[in-house]
């Protein structure tokens, strides 16, 4: 991505969040501002404030054709599609409370920008009224329009996303399954007697799942068997306190945005940069946590001249390396300042299993997946680590992340759903260091609960769900918009863990940490 690119995409962030956060009468002195541009350099990029309001809505209705779309199973029937439709919207309005705020305000749009936007939003909205029309009877003289049926859906999801989290209440998979019910009763309730197709003309009980309701003679398994809702949480990020492109403010404003809770800052804590560790406590809110940390280097592993760790929750007057402490001595005394420590990218260091074991007993985790190391060098993935420490029994944890040293390459596309009692810094550090966590790119899961011959997933609509475990022992279940899964632990019954991996239609995954089955 050259320059020009960069800078267009951060003024379409700012204004988007912006717009979404304010209302349409932000001004491009405020977009420019928080975009870190020139006024003049925005109207480079668009020719005027409606220009840019319509291109941000252009790129916000791909993300709803991708997502939510993109989604249906063209082989399925019309209800279990208008099913997976309003399961995907529901999903992808959660997923991102910017995006819907953005949405809701577009609605109210003046007049002078409706035809533009009209046209901006024309193929969303032809293909959802599409699936709309195939449950209408066309030979009834009083059809409700099919894209009136589709905005009132859509307007009722998003209402109760803005009255939910106002109110600060989580979205339950109990709660998301009765929006859905009620969603498509109003489908039904929307079209007068006549104009329903025969076959909605009753509507039908669902259909008795796969799996029972009951939950089988197993155990919810922590974080999903505790109490309280997720808070979404990054924990290896930088800023231009290292090498990142924006200040610790910037950034931390950016995560806000983007419907995070918490989010470490993890500058490299390197003598070229002063050693820095940015202090949280400016930077926190009462709904926004900041994690003192750093990316720490000492040398070095078999294939690299430095070890690249990552402390989260280290105390700001953290002591630079002495010069004769290795990896794994930084490591255990950044352990021993109470911090969480990460085994980072290791995929794209080629870390051994060798030299990992060095840190067997002081690192909490391995960074499962790290997106900034996937985009820069295909090399994001560090489950062969994980998986051959676990084969070779160390217990560890494993977390996502993006490692974002901007806001525009990949920022937001790794992160946790975290169970804390609060979101005090040290609630989290604790829930952290207990596991308390799963790691995803987008996808979410609701619940595991295992049998000795089963084990249960129940998720956001997936295309496979995975579990593995040591060697090449693994199960499963594939398909197409699955939210719940049973099936036979198999071969994993040989397996002293295993974890799970649940992956949506458009490749992006979600890990469980390793479940081990019998007591450290």
């Not at 404030?49 to 916000?60: G, M, P, Q």
């Not at 796969?210 to 290896?236: E, M, V, Y």
């Not at 202090?279 to 003192?292: C, G």
């Amino acid at each position: 991505m050259d320059d020009n690119v960069a800078i267009r995409e951060r003024v379409l962030n700012a204004a988007t969040t912006l717009i979404a956060n304010e209302g349409l009468q932000v001004s491009m002195a405020t977009i420019a501002e928080v975009a870190q541009v020139s006024v003049g350099s925005i109207y480079h990029y668009f020719e005027s404030k409606d220009d840019l309001v319509v291109a941000a809505s252009t790129r916000r209705n791909a993300m709803f054709l991708d997502s939510v779309i993109g989604s249906l199973n063209s082989n399925a029937s019309f209800e279990d599609r208008l099913e997976q439709y309003i399961s995907a919207y529901v999903d992808f309005v959660w997923e991102d409370p910017v995006r819907a705020r953005f949405f809701g305000v577009m609605t109210y749009a003046p007049e002078t920008l409706l035809k533009a936007l009209d046209d901006a939003q024309r193929e969303f909205i032809e293909r959802s009224s599409a699936l709309m029309l195939e449950g209408l009877d066309p030979d009834s003289a009083h059809v409700l329009p099919a894209g009136f049926v589709g905005s009132f859906l859509r307007g009722a999801i998003r209402n109760l996303h803005w009255r939910l989290t106002r109110g600060k209440r989580e979205l339950t998979p109990a709660m998301r399954e009765l929006i859905i019910r009620m969603s498509l009763a109003a489908y039904r309730s929307l079209m007068p007697e006549g104009a329903r197709a025969p076959h909605l003309r009753e509507p039908k009980a669902a259909a008795s799942p796969a799996i029972p309701q009951s939950r089988p003679l197993g155990q919810s398994i922590a974080p999903f068997s505790l109490p309280g809702r997720f808070l979404r949480g990054g924990l290896h990020t930088h800023t231009n306190r290292s090498d990142g492109r924006e200040s610790p403010q910037y950034v931390v404003s950016a995560y806000q945005s983007a419907g995070y809770d918490f989010l470490a800052l993890t500058d490299h804590f390197l003598a070229r940069y002063d050693f820095p560790i940015t202090a949280p406590e400016p930077l926190s809110t009462d709904n926004f946590t900041v994690l003192a940390g750093a990316e720490l280097h000492a040398p070095r592993t078999e294939f690299s001249d430095l070890w690249h760790i990552v402390g989260v929750g280290l105390p700001t007057d953290f002591a630079p390396p002495a010069a004769d402490e290795d990896g794994p001595a930084l490591a255990r005394r950044a352990r021993a300042a109470g911090a969480f420590v990460g085994i980072a990218h290791p995929g794209a260091m080629s870390l051994s299993l060798d030299d990992a074991e060095k840190l067997v007993g002081i690192a909490d985790a391995v960074e499962i997946y790290n997106h900034g190391n996937e985009i820069a060098r295909g090399k994001g993935s560090g489950a062969y680590l994980l998986d051959g420490l676990m084969d070779r029994g160390h217990r560890l944890l494993a977390y996502a992340c993006d490692d974002a040293h901007d806001t525009i390459y990949g920022h937001g596309a790794g992160w946790i759903e975290l169970k804390a009692r609060s979101n005090s810094a040290t609630d989290i550090l604790a829930a952290l260091k207990a596991g308390h966590f799963y790691s995803t790119q987008g996808p979410r899961i609701d619940d595991i609960i295992l049998t000795a011959d089963t084990i249960e997933v129940r998720c956001s609509p997936a295309s496979a769900i995975m579990a593995v475990g040591k060697g090449s022992k693994i199960s499963g279940k594939s398909g197409r918009s699955i939210t719940r899964a049973q099936f036979p632990i198999g071969a994993l019954a040989e397996s002293p863990w295993l974890r799970i991996s649940v992956i949506d239609a458009n490749g992006r995954s979600a890990w469980s940490n390793p479940i081990w089955k019998s007591p450290a």
